[in-house]
T-cell receptor, first 114, second 112 residues
Framework: NAGVTQTPKFQVLKTGQSMTLQCAQD?????MYWYRQDPGMGLRLIYY???????DKGEVPNGYNVSRLNKREFSLRLESAAPSQTSVYFC?????????????FGAGSRLTVL | GEDVEQSLFLSVREGDSSVINCTYT??????LYWYKQEPGAGLQLLTY?????DMKQDQRLTVLLNKKDKHLSLRIADTQTGDSAIYFC????????????FGAGTRLFVKA
């Protein structure tokens, strides 16, 4: 059971380049999320998709777009990468259980923008 | 606004108890979580507590919640070197609770 799979694990971009981070989950969860992790700042929510066909902004959406391709897949796109987007990106999914929103995370994608 | 705060570092000796503290500001928070992140990996849920509880125990882990002071703690008994990791406190609401807010994480060092 793979859980949440993210690709790529590592990527180096030049300023202005574009790229898409891919995420897929095999747990039949309704909700999916993209977070970024920066030192001393914890995880910050970029975008989320509460269910297939919907997406909403999180705390730090500027410079990103998302697509909920189907129930399994949720991609994050950087149209014109900036050094401030150097970070570790985590995809997560959840199925609310009695009100608690328990997240299952992927292993992360480390992005460096030069 | 919503904010979750935790100290950044904690160092303990193997076999001692570790206590990681967290404070939160959102009085509407109904679920509080502890996640663990090992090096190079994603976060994994350790445990969570509903806000009408004040304590939850699970083997070596004890969670204490003081709702009046908005203070959450995680106690790890008999800490082992394998417990070395970053521990994140997080909160969400039961209604519309798709936004889980995380603290900055506490890095636990366990000395042999």
């Amino acid at each position: 059971n793979a859980g949440v799979t993210q690709t790529p694990k590592f990527q180096v971009l030049k300023t202005g380049q574009s790229m898409t981070l891919q995420c897929a989950q095999d747990m039949n969860h309704n909700s999916m999320y993209w977070y970024r992790q920066d030192p001393g700042m914890g995880l910050r929510l970029i975008y989320y998709s509460a269910s297939e066909g919907t997406t909403d902004k999180g705390e730090v959406p500027n410079g990103y777009n998302v697509s909920r391709l189907n129930k399994r897949e949720f991609s994050l796109r950087l149209e014109s990468a900036a050094p401030s987007q150097t970070s570790v990106y985590f995809c997560a999914s959840s199925e609310k259980s009695s009100g608690a929103n328990v997240l299952t995370f992927g292993a992360g994608s480390r992005l460096t923008v030069l | 606004g919503e904010d979750v705060e935790q100290s950044l570092f904690l160092s303990v000796r193997e076999g001692d108890s570790s206590v990681i503290n967290c404070t939160y500001t959102d009085s509407s928070s109904t679920y509080l979580y502890w996640y663990k992140q090992e090096p190079g990996a994603g976060l994994q849920l350790l445990t969570y507590i509903f806000s009408n509880m004040d304590m939850k125990q699970d083997q070596r882990l004890t969670v204490l919640l003081n709702k009046k002071d908005k203070h959450l703690s995680l106690r790890i008994a008999d800490t082992q070197t394998g417990d070395s990791a970053i521990y994140f406190c997080a909160e969400s609401r039961a209604t519309g609770g798709f936004k889980t807010i995380f603290g900055a994480g506490t890095r636990l060092f366990v000395k042999a």
